[in-house]
């Protein structure tokens, strides 16, 4: 594909002031903040889960790697769905698959049947990012796209920081189990949002041509030189993210109540601070990316992100740990909201949803491995060492950028 794709006319996307456009966005930033909520919450669920089955915290750990796993399944299988029948009803379907799913996860006897309910839950978590982002990227013009995605990354943040004032008084009145409990009722209030979302109208045109194989939709990723080393680019930014990202938050409330001693409801506050960094870098890298570009915004952020993990590492007075976490907050997850937009322009609408669910959950399949290995470091090393030797990811993304092309203000290609 060329590298300014051009879109007729007549499918430029709508206005934000036009009310579809903004029932995109709150679609699918809400079903995307069911997902952090979700995922939070087994975070802070951890130790008494562990203490349940009788199991080490890594083997508990397990359990955020095993729903990064389902969610690399169900990215796939929902990306290829929506591509095909449309985005907001895939999106749709993912939501009830995991609201079904994250409720019987309460009823677990054991670790096991536990682990299988998250992966299938997982599953239906893996289609929320891609899909989202999707449309929110088709709904917007291309002057504000990276503000679009960067607004349903902050849904993640919201549930999340939801989850991090939730999750401490659910368990002293209802155990884990009633944890998981609760975490389902999200996801069915983000099936009756997303239930009044249509399709966008570049894919309405799109779904009057022939359907391509899943793997002639594979190997559009590759199509040409071009877009093939994008692929490889992207592929390693969604992987270092995602890494970096539930390698940190896995673990950051055991690491405050626990190696700190600050305890679970003050760990929960700091917790939400660093949230706080989260959303406010995701909010502020929309608006940086639109008017400057997306590789000197990328760079930016990733290179605050080396420097804030090694200092935020060090840190052990609480006011400092305090203002730290939103610091690192701020540059570790700012990028996430820029990848909607990075992908979408990447891609054909034909395999955006896909090329968008693939890439970031073959990148939380990576992640998967952050709680476990982050688990194992802190054992031998402690989580000081663990956190600070994360910076080192970051340096890798900074290269990783330079494959992929810089596409401010480029129309979607068709």
Known sequence: MSDSPVLSPSLTPKNPSDGYAKRAIFASASGYAMDGFDLLILSFGMLAIAQSFGVTKAEAGALTSVTLWGAVVGGVLFGVLADRFGRA???????????????????????????????????????????????????????????????????WQVGVLAAAF?????????????????????????????????????????????????????????????????????LVLCSVQNFGYYGVMTWLPTYLSDSLQLGLTK?????????????????????????????????????????????????SNEIALLFGGAVMGFF????????????????????????????????????AFAPVVVALVATEHGFAIAIGALAALYVLEMAAMLLIPERKGAALAD
């Open 89 to 155: 009803k895939m999106l749709a379907w993912s939501i009830i698959l995991f609201a079904v799913f994250t409720g019987l996860c309460a009823l677990s006897p054991n670790l096991e049947t536990l682990a299988v309910l998250r992966f299938v839950a997982g599953m239906g978590l893996g289609g929320e990012f891609g899909i989202g982002m999707t449309l929110a990227a088709e709904a917007w013009p291309a002057a504000k796209r990276a503000r679009a995605t960067a607004l349903v990354g902050i849904g």
């Open 166 to 234: 939730v999750s401490p008084w659910a368990i002293s009145q209802f155990g884990w189990r009633g944890l998981f409990a609760i975490g389902a009722v999200p996801a069915v209030i983000a099936f009756v949002v997303r239930k009044r979302i249509g399709e966008p109208e570049i894919f309405q045109r799109a779904s009057t041509e022939p359907k391509p194989s899943f793997g002639a939709q594979l190997k559009m990723l590759f199509a040409d030189r071009t877009t093939a080393m994008a692929t490889i680019g992207i």
């Open 267 to 315: 760990s929960s506050l700091w917790t939400a601070v660093t949230v706080v960094g989260m959303m406010a870098g995701i909010f502020l890298f929309g608006q940086f990316a639109d008017r400057f570009g997306r590789r000197p915004t990328f760079w930016a952020y990733q290179a605050g992100a080396v420097v804030s993990l090694l200092v935020y590492s060090q840190l």
């Open 332 to 367: 570790v997850n700012g990028m996430l909201g820029g990848l909607g937009a990075l992908m979408a322009e990447s891609y054909r609408t034909q395999i955006r949803s896909l090329a968008q669910n693939v890439l970031f959950n073959l990148g939380r399949g990576v992640g």
